[in-house]
């Protein structure tokens, strides 16, 4: 009896997680001294998050407080993309930061690569912004997570539907 074991690769975040750092970070906007006059907004959109301040200075503060946040509520630093700062009414810098969800069809390109150079006995197949791996076996399967954790790719993966 031949079964065959499989696992998907994904690039997600956890969405309330992400809605709980972004209310942490408007919440201590507002309590510390040196944000406090500075009218700063972040609001969180569907597919990205919208900073309004007045300075590059809180920007940078903002920015690191976002990032703060996100960490310690386990959410990997990778779903940012940090959009340039633009110029907004009234001497005012708004930054869009994009999240990223899903793997990149280049990217899914490279990794699918990367384990049929590493791996013969395993078979990856990209199943629109997934990647699919099955085997055999599962310590191959192991083998692929291991292979794929040392790498350093742009965005967060996860390896999920393991079975």
Excluded: C, H, W
């Excluded at 969180?44 to 703060?68: A, C, V």
């Excluded at 912004?129 to 790498?151: F, P, Y």
Aim: aromatic share 6%; hydrophobic share 35%; net charge neutral.
């Amino acid at each position: 009896m031949a079964t065959d074991f499989s696992f998907d690769i994904v690039s997600d975040f956890d969405r309330q997680e992400l809605v709980n750092a972004v209310d942490q970070t408007v919440r201590e906007i507002k309590s510390r001294y040196d944000l406090k006059g500075t009218n700063s907004e972040v609001t969180l959109e569907e597919k990205t998050i919208t900073i309004t301040t007045d300075s590059e200075m809180t920007l940078g503060s903002i920015q690191d407080l976002l990032q703060t946040k996100a960490a310690k509520r386990g959410l990997s630093l990778k779903v940012f993309d940090f959009g340039e700062a633009e110029k907004a009414g009234g001497n005012r810098l708004r930054q869009v930061v994009t999240l990223k969800k899903g793997v990149p069809s280049d990217l899914a390109k490279q990794i699918t690569k990367l384990i049929r150079d590493n791996l013969k006995k395993v078979q990856p197949t990209i199943q629109g912004d997934a990647v699919r791996v099955s085997a055999k076996s599962k310590d191959d399967l192991q083998t692929v997570i291991q292979l794929l954790k040392n790498e350093d790719f742009p965005v967060a993966l996860q390896f999920t539907n393991y079975r």
